[in-house]
């Protein structure tokens, strides 16, 4: 293994032919020079230079050697060049996980503009609940998680991550068209005791929320499906008339027979991306932004009520 600070006295030396010359590039004394000299002919197992006059020059071995310190130093410079653009510049590979919902609501438009911004930016994406993506974050694995907190049960954010709000999500209640509180609401939860229950997982935080707001609303849910995928939720309303509490985010257009109620109180989840503190590159800033800006439109041109077909408004929320 070769010391950087002897390859570059030997390639001072091979360029300035002097150990004059070589110290003064270097900005060390020349005494200095031949030191680091010595202890490269030691690392080397060879002799490196050899009296010429007054001075220095390289023998056959040195000369060999220079011309690899020549390229060596030119990689680590490219490399440190490159890593300078990595941490300033919106520049080569980023890694997203983020929650199936945001994937499908947020994710097309965001990368599409960030390609289209920063043509030397690669963005791999793949989708994980926050149990999955915020511990890769951690490991280096992934660069962002973009994840869901639920009131009750948020998103877990480990010591040496940070978090930037998104979004926010409205939820709202699912109703058979013929049940009799269908209608744009706003419906109060206790009043919904005669149906069955559609929920994530009990063991996911989307299902323990759902058991939690219904039995502080009073209820004691009969929950009788239990599946994951809010897609799968509007189809059970419409097929056997359960009801199902399902954010504007990740609802699909409502199928003939559902309708869509506001709550009251209202109901809402927030969407965060969750970055290593210590590795909030210009890229992650600019993935940040341009899912934030994404949903901020988003929110803007889709303001509607709450039974609108597909996915309904929500609203975008400053960095926390």
């Not at 699912?174 to 049940?179: G, N, T």
């Not at 059970?236 to 985010?249: C, Q």
Request: aromatic share 2%; charged share 20%; net charge negative.
């Amino acid at each position: 293994m070769f010391a950087l600070d002897r390859l570059r006295a030997l390639d001072a030396l091979a360029t300035h032919r002097s150990v004059a010359g070589a110290a003064a590039a270097l900005h060390l004394t020349p005494s200095a020079v031949s030191q680091q000299l010595a202890k490269l002919d030691r690392e080397a197992g060879a002799v490196l230079t050899e009296p010429a006059g007054r001075g220095l020059r390289l023998t056959p071995a040195g000369r060999m050697l220079a011309e690899h310190a020549a390229d060596i130093l030119a990689r680590v410079a490219a490399a440190r060049l490159d890593l300078d653009r990595l941490r300033d510049e919106v520049v080569g590979e980023l890694r997203i996980g983020a929650i199936p919902t945001s994937v499908h609501a947020l994710a097309p438009a965001a990368l599409a503009r960030l390609r289209a911004t920063y043509p030397d930016l690669r963005v791999a994406l793949a989708d994980g609940e926050a149990e999955e993506t915020v511990p890769a974050v951690l490991a280096g694995d992934l660069d962002l998680a973009v994840v869901e907190n639920w009131d009750g049960s948020p998103a877990p954010v480990p010591a040496g991550t940070s978090r930037a709000r998104l979004c926010d999500d409205v939820i709202d209640l699912l109703l058979p068209a013929d049940h009799r509180l269908a209608g744009p609401g706003p419906v109060d939860l206790a009043e919904v005791d005669d149906l069955d229950w559609v929920a994530d997982g009990v063991h996911t935080r989307a299902g323990a929320w759902l058991l939690q707001t219904l039995r502080r609303a009073g209820l004691e849910p009969r929950v009788t499906c239990q599946v994951c995928g809010f897609g799968m939720h509007v189809e059970l309303v419409a097929g056997i008339g359960v009801a199902g509490l399902v954010p504007r985010l990740a609802r699909p257009p409502l199928p003939p027979g559902v309708v869509a109620a506001t709550t009251t109180p209202p109901l809402r989840r927030s969407i965060d991306a969750v970055w290593r503190t210590d590795r909030g590159t210009a890229s992650v800033r600019a993935a940040v932004a341009t899912f934030t800006d994404v949903a901020a439109e988003r929110d803007a041109a889709q303001e509607g009520p709450a039974q609108a077909s597909g996915p309904s408004s929500w609203s975008a929320s400053k960095h926390v």
